[in-house]
């Protein structure tokens, strides 16, 4: 079993590597919820479109031809192709902007995180105390190329001011997080609105 000083120095590696994990982990989140956003207003006017142009399409032009002057006939005409045309930019938006394949990616980049985090928070609480120090020298050393490793496979993170706002957004809800443990019934409206505002 390691003594004390030798396991202060891992835990502190430890949080380290956790804290960094959580960072990234907040940037796939936000860019995730941007990217699921983006491909809910694309369907949303596919459908839209779509929908308009079958309405449009199907009505009996002989019926209404009595009562809508020539010109309004030829406009709807007009607005049936300019619909088609943009069900068909914003169906391939998707694989201009690779929006599926980006959210996928996110996705994938907040579970592992989050399961590196669970990994770590596992070591420092129930592995190290009962561990040598070849033992947690090896371990660090694990986790180390685990988390580069991680960082080699998902998403890039730093993209400047994305990663400051996404830094403070994680750095908001830690705090916050830490504040209800100790008050449940703290108000945390501020807060929430605080980070909608990022």
């Not at 006017?45 to 309004?72: E, K, Q």
């Not at 033992?135 to 730093?158: A, F, G, K, W």
Request: proline share 3%; with cysteine; glycine share 4%.
């Amino acid at each position: 079993m390691a003594d004390e000083d030798t396991i202060s120095p891992s835990e502190e590696y430890l949080n380290r590597l956790v804290e960094k994990t959580e960072v990234n982990r907040e940037i796939y989140s936000i860019k995730y919820q941007h990217y699921q956003r983006l491909s809910d207003v694309l369907f949303f006017f596919v459908i839209l479109l779509g929908t308009l142009v079958a309405t449009i399409s199907i009505a009996d032009v002989n019926l209404v031809s009595g009562f809508i002057p020539t010109t309004l006939l030829q406009s709807a005409k007009n607005l049936i192709t300019i619909c088609g045309f943009l069900i068909f930019i914003f169906s391939i938006a998707d694989r201009i902007w690779n929006i599926q394949g980006n959210k996928a990616q996110l996705e994938m980049g907040v579970k592992s995180s989050t399961e590196f985090i669970r990994i770590c928070h596992r070591v420092k609480k129930i592995d190290l105390p009962n561990m040598s120090y070849d033992q947690i020298v090896d371990r660090m050393e694990y986790l180390q190329n685990h988390y580069t490793m991680q960082q080699y496979l998902l998403p890039l993170t730093s993209d400047g001011g994305f990663f400051l706002k996404a830094k403070k957004s994680y750095l908001l809800k830690k705090k916050a997080s830490i504040e209800l443990e100790d008050n449940p019934e703290m108000d945390i409206k501020p807060i929430i609105k605080t980070l909608k505002k990022l």
